[in-house]
């Protein structure tokens, strides 16, 4: 291995130790690299940020602009030298954090043409996913996945449960708007229906709100609804936690299922005694 | 089988052809024909909730009122259709989606002596429940089934629970008219219980808040306890979920465990093979 | 035993009468009884929630005081034979239903003195908890006794989660308060304490909202906390009726434990195999 | 035993009578301690309450000072004869309530040269948490450690599903400003970002709230999505407190099931008597 090492052209190696460092979190400079990644994205979103306060801006514009454009620089490069370092380009360039890395970048060449894209620049915060690599905290990591999996697993039920959801506040607010059409906030349906979504979600900003008997009662009924309903994403996302759970905890000495729920006795696929 | 069918008279075959059509999705005219279907309750839900802007209204009122009568009369045909080809015509027509298809028409009739009821057509949007049907997804279909199964078994806890929450929401409420009776908002029982609803759901419009310092404790009181019974209908439908799971699914021929994964092969508490 | 009745004085036999219809509901006239006296029940309430709308008040008010009139003997002479039916008197005027039947009239009494605490009738809507009895609904009054008893349970959990709640909101408040005290709404601590509560429960009125930026910030930080909090009541019920549901289950043939969990294959009492 | 103790100094009898009056509550003159700190401290936050409110300051400010003074001298003598009974005095010093008592007395002397830092007394509260050992209520302590470990248990995950929240609140706070950054309440991404968490936490103060159709159509989405994910922490929290349940619980000698009730004589799995 050494040997063959040795052999290689200065470019390839150059090549692999920058992948190391850049792609990885194992080495000391990788680590580094990692984390002042992680200080330039904060820094990057808490400039964006700023920038919007008018005050801020209004003090501050040059010193934002120069530190955004150093900054992006640096994203540039960055991106420019995974793409370079890495053997399979087309998988990095397709994967999710590939195309964060370069939504990253975009706002701030298309902001030279429309100022008000810059904004996008926030976009930049969901680089900070990579924090968990970072700092190797598998840990972390696995809870995270957890999480992410136990939402992608219910997914379809909840698409159903808010399509249903949807279905009953356009009818709901198509009632309010027959009800209260002449208050302000009923005017039209679309504009009952978010009024609909504001109530049955409990949100309830108070911008628009009911007046007559009869609205205040469908109010009282929708809120009622909306109060046990509320009770149907939390049971799904609560079976599948518990599902889940498992998945990441004992696996079969056998055939290495590691699906293994706390209170099996036998495996589920091999049927040995679990220890 | 292929002989008797010739032997049909042409008026049956057609029937025969339309019903397949129309009730099924398993011919590409008939799926051609649901997804036709389903835009033009989309098209229709949309046009019902345009109409009901004043500025879109002034503008286009006449392309609105056109498009309705195109739709309304193809889904009056339709209907007219779905009696006749059908066999069992009374099954159908009070079915659940017997009734939506009628619905569906009705209030375009209605309105044409009462204007207002226009806007009932909203309820066509029920049609799109058939979406489900539509796309031939057996694994949503099941999800739906599995949301609404626990619902409808849950529903009667629910209801005995709401049952409490609004004996509880009006003494609460005659308690506050007393306290906070001079102040806007609380100048009757009933309005004092529309405010308490709104409380104790956690809705919090704010267009009615206590005032006085005994109204504000006894208000903190009752979000209190809003936010700790939120956990009642939550711990039902969680409840009933867990158990619809184990109750679609199969169970062990030796021990009677209900509670066998799909990709299982032996019985996690006995071992016994699963069959 | 049919002998020995009709040896009873007439007395005697007058009372076991209508102690059956007054009591009990297994039989016609007492099932009867029980309705009219639901009916009246949902009638006085209705009629003192009227009586605090002054449009209505002003109209009608002869009206209702006829009938709050004519309700109140009726329900002081019932209150007057149900004590003089039963045999064991002290049992009764001391049991929940009781207290209630005595609540039920004496806020009318009180009123000719202290008009305001006429509205102290509407203790009367508890009587509806009888409901259950009158229709005789086995299954109601066991999801009723359910939902009590999960809750009863939980209680000493939830007491302690909500004096957790009282400190954090108290120190959150006080925060508030030296970051906002200038602002309306935040004036004081116990001001700024209501304003955490109702924050910290997702209630969010908006009749008092932070108004300094590092206010906003803190307040994300509450609003998050309550986000994440509103998980332990909701978990503590959860489980308490995962555990209760089985109350209401199967029941062990040997030794009648009826408390068999879902999974059990034996009687954790008595060992027996649960069929 | 006896015999030793005579011969112990008097000094160090004081120390140890004293040591137990102040640290224990299993000696009458112990539990009398106790509810008398008790009623000290909920006096003492009663008063800093009190005197924010301006109407009583005014008028009761010297009975506030003295009563404060008096109440601070008695902690601040306790706090001392704590360091001095004790053996293990650095344990103590830096212990939750250790830290805690210190933290109830600085602000009152740091208030002698900053006036504002008085209502830090308000930290005094904590030191209610004592309340449990006070009324030596086992069954009490239990339920505040099982709640506490539950929430230290799912602390991590809890904490990544805030972050993740927190990205998502960044990005959509983000958009509303470039949507309705004319609006009052949205003028910066700081201030969106504040709506935005209002919004997802589905508290809905409304002293911001959308006003463009666009603005409400992304309101919408986001007030579904924090209805959806609110099941997110009340999953994992009712999942490990399912745990924890039967973590602190017996397991079976057998077959190893560790769900055994209190109650139970036998497993429920496999008919072993419990030990």
């Known amino acids: 291995m050494e040997r063959e090492h040795n052999y290689m052209p200065e470019r390839i190696r150059w090549k692999r130790k920058l992948f190391r460092i850049i792609f990885k979190a194992d080495t000391k400079l990788g680590k580094l690299f990692d984390i002042f990644l992680l200080v330039l994205i ?76 810059k904004y996008f620049l926030i976009i930049r915060m969901l680089r900070m996913l990579r924090i968990f690599r970072i700092l190797n905290l598998m840990d972390f990591m696995n809870d995270g996945y957890f999480i992410v999996t136990a939402l992608k697993n219910s997914s379809r039920k909840i698409y159903i449960f808010l399509l249903f959801l949807m279905i009953f506040s356009v ?30 979600t409990t949100v309830g900003y108070g911008d628009v709100s ?11 009924l929708l809120m009622l609804a909306g109060y046990s309903i509320i009770a149907v994403p939390t049971g799904i996302v609560t079976a599948e936690m518990r599902n889940k759970r498992q998945e990441l905890g004992k696996s079969c000495s056998r055939c290495g299922n590691n699906d293994i729920d706390d209170d099996a006795r036998f495996c589920k696929i091999c049927g040995e005694k679990v220890v």
Chains 1, 2, 3, 4 share one sequence.
Do not use: C
């Not at 602009?65 to 990095?92: G, M, P, Q």
């Not at 999710?96 to 706002?107: E, H």
């Open 210 to 220: 009911p007046g007559t008997p009869l609205g205040k009662f469908l109010s009282v």
């Open 42 to 117: 904060l820094l990057s979103t808490f400039i964006v940020m700023m920038e919007s306060v008018r005050i801020f801006d209004a003090k501050l514009h040059k010193v934002f602009v120069i530190v955004e454009v150093i900054i992006t620089i640096f994203f540039t490069v960055e991106y420019a030298l995974r793409i370079i370092t890495i053997k399979n380009k087309k998988d990095y360039i397709f994967s999710f954090f590939g195309i964060i890395d370069f939504l990253a970048i975009l706002p701030f060449y298309l902001s030279l043409f429309i100022p008000i894209t």
């Open 171 to 200: 009818i709901v607010g198509s009632m309010m708007f027959m009800v209260e059409g002449d208050r302000e906030g009923f005017e039209s349906i679309p504009q009952s229906v978010y009024w609909a979504v504001v109530t049955v």
